[in-house]
């Protein structure tokens, strides 16, 4: 028999499982397999639309706010950034509507870019660890709260890619070691967790793409 | 055990959610994930990733060999060593036999010897001849094997090598002559894509078992729709330099689009192949509308550029949409045509 075709009664009735699990445990599991469906998720090709729909919008709202000379200071960007990502928050826990999840995932993009050039307006001499830093705040803080598994799997590879480029740029290169390290324990613990909170798991999804973009943009640079 | 619930397919994703909702103990759900998924499985992925690998390094070593030593050898050396690699290659292939994995990947790594040869065949004795002449000489002289080989991956290789003649072509020969326009040669690579794209679809459905790799199709498609889509914007973006063949380009995109969506809607039923025709289609269409926005009002004026990304997100979200309930639509259909 083809074990990938096996029912889950099948399953549960195979040599190898059927001692670990009792009557109850079954009537249970039909129980809950019985209740309401879970909306199940959306296939990657739609969430790769999404993902690439709400980077070209996030791109003309901060258009829209530049032509607008809405930035003209720092502090204006850092606080239109805020607004944006208190929207996206909401917009997300209020609908889940296609347009409005396209909408706040726009905004959180926006929020988060608007945020970093705010900071760097402000500073007199920008430096990469001083937008590292910020964007480690944001992601920190915007990460538990916006539920949306496309801004949770991209906002930590952003992380670690600042992190390379301030290695690179300030030449602090022996900090190189600390970070794949730091990647590899981060995807080990991750990947290996057996009851990974949903939260955590495009934490782990962006763990797994970590060292990759680390060496592609050492390469890069 | 009458449950109707528990004759749903199982699969990994189901088990470990019984698991980390505590239907199902730590030890019942390693048990049920050793059955779904064997140790044979993965020794098999690991075998497989590792030949690819293992083949790719070793090839990568010897063109990087050539490139390091280049001045310390002599041309018999270099000839020498190439051709032996090429013989020794062919020979393990056909001691191994074209059906298993590791005969049709010495026949690719053969292949591939063939273009490092031409290229120090090139550099050695100096001919003058254009790059497109190599890559047209490497995809005759491999074609032989490519036929015998019943591999995709060398088919995949041997079209890469007559697609960058194409466009080398275009580069050395065709745009300095002005003889060639460039919708000519987005033509021709969509023609060459899409029919290797209609010979792979023909060949599964004949019963081609080493055509069904679902990256094939994907890689061919998008070759024959990106092709097809740089002319087509760039006639909605210059449309004053508008001439025949940049229309003749749009209408054989729009074509290719409706008979790929009509392909993988109703008759070979691919969720992916149509989210990438929509997708192609998304950016033609925000192209066009971004063209239009823009030209009947200034740059200068903030509001449409809100106005451009409240359509972009509109859009996606409609196609999004559509995709959703298409998938969902499929679904039930296959499940009708199962029973």
Same mark, same amino acid.
């Given at each position: 028999?083809?074990?990938?075709?096996?029912?889950?009664?099948?399953? *549960?009735?195979?040599?190898?499982?059927?001692?670990?699990?009792?009557?109850?445990?079954?009537?249970?599991?039909?129980?809950?397999?019985?209740?309401?469906?879970?909306?199940?998720?959306?296939?990657?090709?739609?969430?790769?639309? =999404?993902?690439?729909?709400?980077?070209?919008?996030?791109?003309?709202?901060?258009?829209?706010?530049?032509?607008?000379?809405?930035?003209?200071?720092?502090?204006?960007?850092?606080?239109?950034?805020?607004?944006?990502?208190?929207?996206?928050?909401?917009?997300?826990?209020?609908?889940?509507?296609?347009?409005?999840?396209?909408?706040?995932?726009?905004?959180?993009?926006?929020?988060?870019?608007?945020?970093?050039?705010?900071?760097?307006?402000?500073?007199?001499?920008?430096?990469?660890?001083?937008?590292?830093?910020?964007?480690?705040?944001?992601?920190?803080?915007?990460?538990?709260?916006?539920?949306?598994?496309?801004?949770?799997?991209?906002?930590?590879?952003?992380?670690?890619? #600042?992190?390379?480029? %301030?290695?690179?740029?300030?030449?602090?290169?022996?900090?190189?070691?600390? #970070?794949?390290?730091?990647?590899?324990?981060?995807?080990?613990?991750?990947?290996?967790?057996?009851?990974?909170?949903?939260?955590?798991?495009?934490?782990?999804?962006?763990?797994?793409?970590?060292?990759?973009?680390?060496?592609?943009?050492?390469?890069?640079? | 055990? &009458?449950?109707?619930?528990?004759?749903?397919?199982?699969?990994? +994703?189901?088990?470990?959610?019984?698991?980390? !909702?505590?239907?199902?103990?730590?030890?019942?759900?390693?048990?049920?994930?050793?059955?779904?998924?064997?140790?044979?499985?993965?020794?098999?992925?690991?075998?497989?990733?590792?030949?690819?690998?293992?083949?790719?390094?070793?090839?990568?070593?010897? /063109?990087?060999?050539?490139?390091?030593? %280049?001045?310390?050898?002599?041309?018999?050396?270099?000839?020498?060593?190439?051709?032996?690699?090429?013989?020794?290659?062919?020979?393990?292939?056909?001691?191994?036999?074209?059906?298993?994995?590791?005969?049709?990947?010495?026949?690719?790594?053969?292949?591939?010897?063939?273009?490092?040869?031409?290229?120090?065949?090139?550099?050695?004795?100096?001919? +003058?001849? !254009?790059?497109?002449?190599?890559?047209?000489?490497?995809?005759?002289?491999?074609?032989?094997?490519?036929?015998?080989?019943?591999?995709?991956? @060398?088919?995949?290789?041997?079209?890469?090598?007559?697609?960058?003649?194409?466009?080398?072509?275009? &580069?050395?020969? +065709?745009?300095?002559?002005?003889?060639?326009?460039?919708?000519?040669?987005?033509? +021709?690579?969509?023609?060459?894509?899409?029919?290797?794209?209609?010979?792979?679809?023909?060949?599964? @459905?004949?019963?081609?078992?080493?055509? &069904?790799?679902?990256?094939?199709?994907?890689?061919?498609?998008?070759?024959?729709?990106?092709?097809?889509?740089?002319?087509?914007?760039? #006639?909605?973006?210059?449309?004053?330099? /508008?001439?025949?063949?940049?229309?003749?380009?749009?209408?054989?995109?729009?074509?290719?689009?409706?008979?790929?969506?009509?392909? =993988?809607?109703?008759?070979?039923?691919?969720?992916?192949?149509?989210?990438?025709?929509?997708?192609?289609?998304?950016?033609?269409?925000?192209? #066009?509308?971004?063209?239009? *926005?823009?030209?009947?009002?200034?740059?200068?004026?903030?509001?449409? =550029?809100?106005?451009?990304?409240?359509?972009?997100?509109?859009?996606?979200?409609?196609?999004?949409?559509?995709?959703?309930?298409?998938?969902?639509?499929?679904?039930?259909?296959?499940?009708?045509?199962?029973?």
């Amino acid at each position: 028999m083809n074990q990938s075709s096996l029912t889950i009664k099948q399953l *549960l009735e195979h040599p190898k499982v059927r001692d670990l699990v009792s009557p109850e445990d079954i009537e249970r599991i039909a129980a809950s397999l019985a209740g309401p469906e879970q909306p199940s998720k959306d296939p990657m090709y739609i969430r790769i639309l =999404y993902g690439l729909g709400a980077w070209f919008a996030a791109l003309f709202l901060i258009l829209f706010i530049g032509i607008s000379q809405m930035f003209e200071s720092g502090a204006a960007s850092i606080f239109i950034g805020i607004t944006f990502l208190v929207a996206a928050i909401v917009i997300t826990r209020v609908s889940k509507a296609v347009f409005l999840s396209q909408l706040s995932l726009a905004l959180a993009f926006a929020g988060n870019i608007l945020i970093l050039v705010g900071v760097i307006a402000e500073i007199e001499k920008p430096d990469v660890l001083i937008i590292l830093i910020t964007h480690a705040v944001v992601c920190a803080v915007v990460y538990p709260l916006y539920v949306s598994s496309i801004y949770r799997f991209l906002a930590p590879i952003a992380l670690v890619v #600042l992190a390379t480029v %301030w290695i690179v740029d300030d030449e602090v290169f022996f900090l190189m070691h600390f #970070l794949i390290a730091a990647e590899m324990i981060l995807a080990g613990v991750l990947l290996l967790h057996r009851k990974l909170p949903s939260l955590l798991i495009p934490l782990a999804y962006s763990a797994a793409v970590m060292l990759p973009a680390t060496l592609l943009f050492l390469n890069l640079m | 055990m &009458s449950h109707s619930e528990l004759n749903k397919t199982a699969g990994v +994703g189901i088990i470990r959610k019984l698991n980390r !909702d505590g239907l199902l103990s730590d030890d019942a759900f390693i048990a049920a994930n050793a059955v779904l998924r064997p140790a044979s499985c993965w020794f098999k992925w690991a075998r497989r990733i590792l030949l690819f690998l293992g083949s790719a390094l070793i090839l990568a070593g010897i /063109i990087f060999f050539f490139a390091y030593n %280049w001045a310390a050898m002599g041309r018999f050396l270099k000839f020498g060593l190439i051709e032996a690699g090429i013989v020794i290659c062919i020979i393990a292939s056909f001691l191994r036999g074209q059906k298993r994995l590791s005969g049709k990947v010495l026949l690719l790594s053969a292949s591939v010897l063939v273009g490092v040869l031409l290229a120090v065949y090139g550099q050695v004795y100096q001919t +003058g001849a !254009d790059a497109f002449e190599l890559f047209i000489g490497w995809a005759v002289l491999i074609l032989g094997w490519v036929i015998i080989s019943n591999f995709a991956a @060398l088919w995949l290789l041997w079209l890469i090598l007559l697609n960058t003649s194409a466009i080398l072509y275009w &580069s050395q020969v +065709g745009r300095p002559a002005h003889t060639i326009r460039f919708e000519f040669l987005c033509l +021709g690579v969509a023609f060459l894509n899409g029919a290797a794209l209609t010979l792979r679809e023909v060949g599964l @459905l004949k019963g081609l078992q080493w055509l &069904s790799a679902k990256w094939l199709r994907g890689i061919l498609l998008s070759a024959s729709l990106v092709a097809l889509s740089i002319p087509t914007i760039y #006639l909605i973006v210059d449309f004053e330099g /508008i001439v025949e063949v940049s229309v003749l380009t749009a209408f054989v995109w729009v074509v290719a689009s409706v008979g790929g969506y009509v392909c =993988y809607r109703f008759k070979l039923r691919d969720m992916v192949s149509l989210a990438f025709i929509l997708m192609n289609a998304c950016i033609i269409l925000l192209t #066009l509308i971004g063209r239009i *926005l823009f030209d009947s009002t200034s740059f200068t004026d903030p509001g449409v =550029y809100l106005l451009f990304a409240l359509i972009i997100l509109g859009v996606v979200g409609g196609v999004a949409f559509w995709l959703r309930k298409t998938a969902a639509t499929m679904a039930g259909e296959v499940k009708e045509s199962a029973k």
